[in-house]
């Protein structure tokens, strides 16, 4: 998902995406250690996603932190 599409999302949306993918990037490391994974490459979407979100849930607090 891109950054604009995450902007317009409600904070309570952003933190349970966040969980999910923590929950799935925590899979993905266990199936990695034990051989299994079938998309290495889903490893670092998902690590990249949990980093937009994070970054954009700062902008906000920070935005807010302004007004």
Known sequence: MDAKALRAKPKAEL???LMELLKEQFGLRMQQSTGQLSKPSRVKA???EIARIKTIMTETEAGAGNE
Do not use: D, F
């Open 15 to 17: 933190q349970t995406q």
């Open 46 to 48: 998902v690590r990249r």
